[in-house]
């Protein structure tokens, strides 16, 4: 551990008391002292968690006369959780969330080939997300700890504490909470079908207004990021106080956005031959512009030069506002073809195109550019820091120019070709088996882009960036590939005497290059898309499934009812799934390469790296997962040449079985009992190891799957 100051190591690894910061001295209360020996994953203790639902249903269908039906469905939803439970008694995050849904339909018989089924809903889903501090009522307890402008929660009644990262360590504050949100949808269809000799064709409309009206922000109370880079370890950086990242606070102000997503389609399914079956389809996607209903948005111009529709706070609200451009060319054709080759083969195929329309999210944030709500980041330099939590600012506040997110003027929505084909051959009597390949390529996947990224070098990141009109600029572009081919076998077995059962096993890979925008979704190097293209992070090569349902025979023909409705009857079905893991992406602390990103990637120095773990001695877990020989910082101001998920995690095996049977009470009435295991060989089935390079706790897998779970459940219906 150096001093940030004068770069020189401290005596005995130690901090004198004297540089400890008072801010970050306030803050450890929040840790719990260390339950367990070492010092990498040396916490055990409880998280508060919580999973509750209410629901009701309720729906009328009425027949009018022989041609016409007429349905009314209405449901509401009442949930609230909890969506990260933690041992730290302040990082939990809750969600309450009401849905609430009807939906209106009309059927009607035209005559003995027309038939035409209209549909009206509405979809309404509240959902608040909320820290610890908002839960249980707490203010002021970010302004308390007396960092200089840092005062959210008093200034914005945001309540809560500003977000500190600390690298390899658990962090503090939940920064984005306190969000408060509802969406809806308002949707109408019609669909008219025609069956005429040997074609049923069908043809209609979708049309889905979609709205969202949120209020949130990234870190609206603040962020503070400690990633070794000022003393070599991150801790130490917090507990003296120095960050590598600064980030302001920001009002929350309402966004309300939406637009149309509108498909009209034209579909026909021809039986060409005796043996031919082809199904033709066309439908073009028409969603509109997403556009400002509050009129509280702004974004760059296309050349990322200008922020629009003004720069001037007093010209907003400017309701109206559209966000991109239109798309107008999303035509998506279809195609797919049955064959009988045999009485007991036939063969399927099918090709089409598919469009995906931009995220809403990616719009909802543009309420926390400038001039609505600006936010600065400012950087430390590790040479010369000048940032600390008491002056977190440094001597540039004055000039430091605002950060800012936009999506790309010229936003095309995802572009999904795929085919498929499938031969089916049955073997015997109620058993097929089946060979299907499943291929894709997709464009057009969403990310957000850092335009305003310096290359790496030495010095300040602000005087190095391209545009310094601007810090952080935050493009969300859609020019990202994925790739997915898959190869499956599947055995299946209809009910028969008493016994169903399905055997799938797949065979796949999925190639990309991020996840999506809302994700995290981002290329460490921003200006190389390819050098981040890899296996995907949901990515699971093997993956096989069994499961079934057998009748017991025991007294289901006896001549005693009392034994025949107690003890016959019942049925055992269960599922088993055995996969292989998903990729792993090993990283490093810090910003190595100097240009105000993270995370980034280490060197490999051997290529033969594999998981290798070994039970942990002192504890639960594993140890010693990944073999950190295998790997070396790259060097200072360069991009290390580890390829992105390189490694793959632990693979997954669960078993669950169900026992069920149905009794009739009096007339319809039924009573269900069902008794289900989870996991009922109790296999553990561990998480993924901690990835980055160079943490104390690098290697170690600290968590866990479920163990068994038994329920019992009674259902009736009358």
């Not at 007396?146 to 914005?156: E, R």
């Amino acid at each position: 551990i150096r001093n940030p100051f004068t770069r020189q190591p401290f005596a005995g690894n130690i901090i004198p008391t004297s540089m400890l910061s008072p801010i970050a001295l306030q803050l450890l209360p929040y840790y719990p002292l260390p339950n367990m020996p070492g010092t990498a994953s040396n916490y055990q203790g409880p998280a508060v968690d919580r999973d509750e639902h209410d629901q009701a249903l309720f729906r009328a269908d009425q027949n009018i006369g022989t041609r016409v039906r007429l349905s009314f469905r209405y449901s509401w939803l009442d949930s609230y959780e909890v969506l990260s439970p933690s041992a730290l008694e302040i990082q939990p995050v809750w969600q309450p969330r009401v849905n609430k849904n009807w939906l209106g339909s009309y059927t009607h018989s035209l005559a003995s080939n027309v038939h035409n089924d209209f549909r009206i809903g509405y979809h309404r889903m509240d959902v608040d997300t909320l820290n610890y501090f908002w839960v249980n009522g707490i203010e002021g307890a970010g302004s308390a700890l007396g960092i200089p402008g840092f005062d959210a929660d008093v200034a914005f009644e945001n309540h809560g504490i500003p977000n500190f990262g600390i690298s390899a360590f658990s962090g503090l504050g939940q920064g984005g909470t306190n969000w408060h949100q509802y969406d809806t949808t308002f949707q109408l269809s019609d669909v008219l079908s025609y069956t005429r000799g040997s074609h049923n064709l069908r043809a209609g409309f979708d049309a889905r207004r979609m709205a969202t009206w949120r209020q949130s922000g990234n870190q609206p109370r603040g962020e503070f990021n400690f990633t070794g880079d000022m003393s070599g370890y991150s801790m130490a950086d917090f507990m003296l106080g120095v960050p590598r990242s600064v980030v302001t606070i920001a009002s929350m102000v309402t966004a309300h956005v939406g637009n149309w997503r509108n498909g009209f389609f034209v579909n026909d399914v021809w039986q060409a031959t005796p043996k031919m079956t082809l199904n033709l389809g066309l439908r073009y996607e028409l969603n509109t512009v997403a556009q400002t209903f509050a009129g509280f948005a702004s974004e760059l111009n296309e050349d990322f030069t200008r922020i629009i529709p003004s720069s001037n706070p007093a010209d907003y609200p400017v309701p109206g506002f559209r966000l991109h451009e239109p798309n107008h060319r999303d035509i998506a054709p279809r195609l797919g073809a049955t064959y009988r080759l045999t009485d007991k083969t036939v063969l399927r195929g099918g090709w089409g195109i598919y469009f995906n329309p931009n995220q809403m999210n990616t719009f909802t944030f543009l309420t926390n550019n400038p001039p609505l709500a600006p936010r600065f980041t400012y950087n430390n330099d590790t040479a010369n820091p000048t940032l600390t939590l008491s002056q977190p600012t440094g001597v540039v506040a004055a000039t430091s120019p605002p950060d800012i997110t936009t999506p790309n003027r010229h936003l095309p929505n995802a572009w999904k070709n795929q085919w498929s084909f499938d031969v089916q051959h049955e073997l015997w009597r109620a058993t097929v088996v089946e060979v299907q390949y499943l291929a894709s390529r997709t464009k057009n996947l969403d990310r957000s882009f850092f335009i305003n990224t310096p290359t790496p070098a030495a010095g300040p990141i602000q005087a190095r960036r391209p545009n310094p009109d601007f810090g952080s600029i935050r493009v969300i572009e859609n020019d990202l590939i994925a790739n997915y081919d898959s190869l499956a076998l599947v055995l299946r077995r209809r009910m028969t005497d008493g016994l169903s059962l399905n055997a799938h096993y797949t065979w796949s890979r999925t190639f990309d290059m991020a996840d999506h925008s809302n994700g995290g979704g981002a290329i460490v190097n921003d200006f190389d898309i390819y050098s981040d293209y890899a296996r995907a992070s949901w990515d699971v090569p093997h993956r096989f499934v069994l499961s079934g349902i057998y009748e017991l025979p025991f007294f289901r023909n006896s001549s005693s009812l009392l034994m025949r409705g107690l003890l016959g009857g019942w049925q055992v079905s269960g599922v088993a799934t055995l996969q292989t893991g998903s990729p792993l992406n090993v990283t490093i602390q810090g910003d190595r390469a100097n240009v105000g990103r993270t995370p980034q990637r280490p060197d490999v120095l051997r290529g033969d790296v594999r998981l290798s773990c070994e039970p942990n001695p002192a504890g639960p877990g594993l140890i010693n997962c990944i073999d950190p020989t295998a790997f070396a910082l790259p060097a200072q101001f360069t991009f290390g040449n580890a390829p992105r998920n390189m490694l793959q995690g632990p693979g997954f095996s669960r078993t669950d079985l169900a026992l069920t049977k149905s009794f009739a009470v009096a007339g319809r009435t039924r009573v269900m009992v069902q008794a289900q295991v989870f996991n009922v060989f109790n296999e553990v089935n561990w998480g993924a190891p901690n990835t980055t390079f160079g943490a104390a706790n690098f290697g170690r897998v600290t968590s866990a799957s479920s163990m068994r779970q038994m329920e019992l459940g009674v259902r009736v219906t009358f």
